[in-house]
Nanobody, 121 residues
């Protein structure tokens, strides 16, 4: 059974960098067909896709966040990390990591429980 767990600070000051890590267990982040994704949900709004890192290590980001976003990975720890720079209160959201599975279809088949991040001074 694959499990994903987000970790990181729950409070970040404006203009600072938000950094979250997703630890994956029960499967390798280098397995073909899997893309490791960050998604967020601001209060009262829908889900917003932030970006992903592929099994190969290549990355893809939302155009609206691309200039501030970086996703990296540590294969020795089976973790991937989100960094979002120059945060504002509009970046306050529940942040989820999820696995996008493109083996025989396209679906998000595993999610972390989500972690609340508040941007405030």
């Amino acid at each position: 059974q694959v499990q994903l767990q987000e970790s990181g600070p729950g409070l970040v000051k404006p203009s600072q960098t938000l950094s979250l890590t997703c630890t994956v267990s029960g499967g390798s982040i280098t397995t073909i067909y899997y893309y490791w994704t960050w998604i967020r949900q601001p209060p009262g709004k829908g889900l917003e896709w932030i970006g992903k890192i592929a099994y190969s290590g290549s990355t893809d980001y939302s155009p609206s966040l691309k200039s501030r976003t970086s996703i990296s990975r540590d294969t020795s720890k089976n973790q991937f990390t989100l960094q979002l720079t120059s945060v504002t209160p509009e970046d306050t959201a529940i942040y989820y990591c999820a696995r996008l599975n493109e083996d025989g279809g396209v679906r998000y088949d595993y999610w972390g429980q989500g972690t609340q991040v508040t941007v405030s001074s």
